[in-house]
């Protein structure tokens, strides 16, 4: 008999996970392979996967109605006051359908927990600065590419209360409703199928895109993801729905400055 040692055996498997594309040792943290890259497949429990996909089909069914609703906007029969009004409440009504079959995930959102003062009245000077440059830069786009002014102001000035209604429209709601629709459980279901940083930019470009204007998309998208990361990083939709309501209120404002003299 040969007292040598038995060849060790190749296919014993390696201590610790494995790329199922490279078969590369993983850590335990990994979330993608060091060497070819591929997303690593966790063993989930049973039931995880179903839940994800519902998450899906629930992100891709509100996302559609909102963008039914929002292409609607366009047809030329909304373009009035009682259009504007239909808009609105079609609008918030979505979001409020959506937020109430979610409710478990998303009450804790409208507590305003471990409130700050200090971080509020900054976040709402960096939305007022904000506003004031992306409004100007607009303007300035808007009459040397296409030789013309937008206002949201001019639609509302033939109307009794004008500035109010301005204000109503085009800073309290959105503020309101948008963030309950976008950051409280847009996002919401998107942090249950991906990653926070990935959650924050698809639903910036998601909230970008529903608005239909493409020259907007340079400010919307990154506006976007901001108020994702502060919704994600404070867990509250308080702190983005200030920071969405002082940079539309400067906006009419701006506009109210800016052209109310031609209708007095």
């Known amino acids: 008999m040969s007292d040598e040692p038995e060849p ?3 296919n014993i498997e390696a201590e610790g996970p494995t790329c199922a594309f490279c078969e590369a040792p993983l850590a335990e943290t990994d ?3 060091r060497r070819c890259g591929g997303r690593v497949q966790l063993d989930e429990e049973p039931g995880i996967v179903a839940r994800k996909w519902n998450n899906v089909r629930q992100l891709l069914l509100f996302f559609t109605v909102e963008a039914v609703i929002c292409a609607c906007s366009d047809i ?3 373009h009035s006051f009682t259009g504007l009004i239909t808009f609105d409440v079609m609008a918030a009504v979505l979001a409020i359908v959506f937020v109430s079959l979610n409710w478990s995930s998303c009450k804790a959102l409208l507590v305003w927990n471990n409130f700050s003062p200090g971080r509020l009245l900054l976040y709402c000077a960096i939305a007022v600065v904000a506003s004031c440059i992306v409004n100007f830069t607009v303007d300035w786009v808007n009459e040397r590419l296409f030789a013309k002014q937008m206002s949201y102001y001019a639609f509302f000035a033939p109307h009794r209360h004008a500035i109010l209604l301005t204000i109503f429209f085009i800073a309290v709601t959105p503020a309101i409703f948008e963030e309950l629709a976008f950051r409280a459980f847009l ?8 990653e926070k940083n990935q959650a924050a930019v698809i639903s910036g470009f998601m909230f970008a895109i529903m608005h239909m204007s493409f020259i907007s998309l340079f400010w919307l998208v990154p506006f976007g993801i901001l108020l994702g990361y502060i919704r994600i990083r404070q867990n509250t939709i308080w702190y983005g729905s200030c920071i969405h309501f002082c940079f539309n209120l400067t906006a ?11 209708h007095n």
Do not use: H, N
């Open 76 to 78: 030329k029969a909304f």
């Open 252 to 262: 009419c404002a701006i506009e109210i400055i800016q052209f109310s003299p031609i």
């Open 8 to 10: 060790l055996v190749d």
């Open 31 to 33: 979330r993608f392979c």
């Open 187 to 194: 996002l919401g279901k998107l942090l249950m199928v991906t």
